[in-house]
């Protein structure tokens, strides 16, 4: 599959699993210590400039993440979608949780935890939908993660 | 339409979510089997396989046929196409994510290595 990591293909692969009715699993290892990987996370000058893969062709407006216990995010991009939550736990450079809020009381709580180990991070990213029916629509209407567009691309192949 | 695939995702996901049933495709994707032997395989009595089977039977990830006494089983004629292709796309997603993290990463670790080395001197 093309998810190899280009440093190191074959160990820094991207491994995508629903684990459960309620769960997405997504993981990912970095040739970094923890801190460092979870500075590219929390600090929004970084964040932003991974979180929308270029090659998608959208653009992020505005990128406001106030990273600490209690406090939101918000991510506008182009065509007028936003995204946004609130942070639930921050504990650098191990553990971050954020809630998805712009899908009302179906969104999805995202724990993503950095595990380093002899110098390498696995990230960890684990979404828990509020019941199996959240994570069906969200995959059924292609509203998983923020490109909605290749979902629906996706939609009208599944259909054809 | 948009509901018929949802139903279907159900089913096939509610299919997947037994990991006994996972490992029952991927005995299938190497071969077609017999219930029997399939009971046997993961040390199941014939009427559990059964139920298993069912499932995905039911989920469309598995045909049946008999032939005389034996029902053997293979992979159905969806496979798992859509299930597939959702995860793909979905990963797809993370891993140019995880590429670009990766690159800002590794211009981190530089720099911390070139303000260490000018710390040191």
């Known amino acids: 599959m093309a998810a190899n990591g280009k440093s190191d293909p074959g160990t ?7 684990k459960s009715d309620r769960e997405l699993v997504v993981t990912r290892t970095f040739n970094a210590p923890a801190r460092i990987v979870f500075d590219a996370w929390t600090k929004p000058e970084l964040f932003r400039r991974w979180w929308v893969p270029k090659s998608f062709g959208l653009t992020l407006v505005s990128c406001e993440l106030d990273v600490r216990v209690g406090g939101t995010y918000r991510l506008v ?12 736990d921050v504990t650098p450079p191990s553990r971050l949780v954020w809630t998805n809020d712009e899908g009302g009381d ?12 002899d110098g390498k991070t696995l990230v960890v990213v684990h979404d828990l939908y509020p019941s199996k ?10 509203s998983t993660g923020a490109f909605s567009e290749q979902f629906e691309e996706l939609d009208a192949l599944l259909v054809s | ?30 071969a077609d089997t017999s219930i029997t032997e399939l009971a046997n395989k993961f040390h199941m009595t014939l009427t559990g396989m059964k139920k298993h089977v069912g499932v995905l039977e039911q989920a469309g ?34 891993a140019s994510r995880f590429d670009e993290l990766d690159q800002i990463v590794e211009e981190l670790k530089q720099k911390e290595k070139s ?7």
Do not use: H
């Open chain 2, 61 to 94: 990830l598995v045909a049946t046929e008999k032939i005389g006494r034996v029902r053997t089983c293979k992979l159905g004629p969806r496979r798992l196409a859509e299930e597939t292709a959702w995860i793909a796309a979905y990963r797809l997603l993370w």
């Open chain 1, 133 to 142: 029916e959240a994570l069906d629509d969200a995959i059924a209407s292609g």
């Open chain 1, 106 to 117: 179906d969104g999805a709580v995202t724990t993503v935890t950095f595990e380093e180990r």
């Open chain 1, 77 to 88: 991009f182009g065509q007028g979608a936003a995204f946004f939550g609130r942070y639930i």
């Open chain 1, 12 to 18: 820094n692969r991207t491994t995508v699993e629903r």
């Open chain 2, 1 to 30: 339409m948009v509901q018929y695939i949802t139903a279907r995702l159900d089913a096939s996901f509610a299919a997947l979510s037994d990991a006994t049933r996972r490992g029952i495709l991927e005995q299938l994707g190497r």
């Open chain 2, 115 to 121: 303000d260490g080395r000018k710390r040191k001197k």
